[in-house]
C-alpha cells in the first residue's frame, strides 16, 4: 500500500498514473520480486493525495515543498537492503516526477510493517493463519500462476520461489510441504 502525499502545485498535472506505476513496481523490486505478475500489480495500489500548498508546514516555513510517501508492507516483506533500495528509489522516482533533482532533500519516506493480521481485503484480517486456511486449492492456483512445478512454498520466510523468483510472504502461498 502506498500514499504519497504532496502539495497540489508540485506534482505535474497528470503524472498521477506515472508515480503511482513507478512506485509499485519500485515495491516489488525491493520486495524480490522480478517479474510482476497481475496477482502483484492488482494488489498493491497507490494513492496520490495532492494537498493545499498551505497544509504542508514545516517549522522554518510555511507552504513547504515536502513530499511523504508512506508504504505499508505486509511483516517481513522487505529486508534490509530491500528497505534501502526501495528509499533510494522512491526518492529518485518522486524527484524525477516533479522534474526537480533537489526534491530528493525534501522527501520523506516511511517504510511501516503492518502487524500480523492488520493486513486485510474483501473483509478478512489476514495473518499467516489466514493464508494457511485459504488452503491447497489457493496453493495450487497460486502455484499455476506463476508456473511452480513444486508445491513447496513456505508463509513468512525470506526465500524466494526459484521458479517465479517473487517473495513466497508477498503471494501469500501457505505451508504445503
Known sequence: MIDVYAPDDLLPSGSDRNLGEQLTLAILRAEG?????????????????????????????????????QIITPPGALTRNGQKRLVGDATRIVAEVCGDPTQAQRTWVLL????????????????????????????????AR??????????????????ARVSRSRMGCADAR
Not at 47 to 58: E, G, K, L, N, W
Open 112 to 143: 511501516t510493517e503492518a502487524p500480523e493480521g492488520g493486513w486485510g481485503i474483501n473483509g478478512t484480517a489476514y495473518g499467516r493463519g489466514e493464508f494457511r486456511g485459504a488452503g491447497e486449492a489457493r496453493v495450487k492456483v497460486i502455484l
Open 33 to 69: 520480486v522480478t517479474k510482476p505478475a497481475a496477482f502483484h500489480l492488482d494488489n498493491t495500489a497507490a494513492f496520490i493525495h495532492r494537498m493545499d500548498s498551505a497544509a504542508v508546514q514545516t517549522a522554518a516555513r510555511g507552504n513547504a515543498r515536502a513530499v511523504r510517501v
Open 146 to 163: 506463476y508456473g511452480c512445478a513444486t508445491e513447496t512454498v513456505c508463509l513468512g520466510q525470506r526465500r524466494q520461489c526459484a521458479h
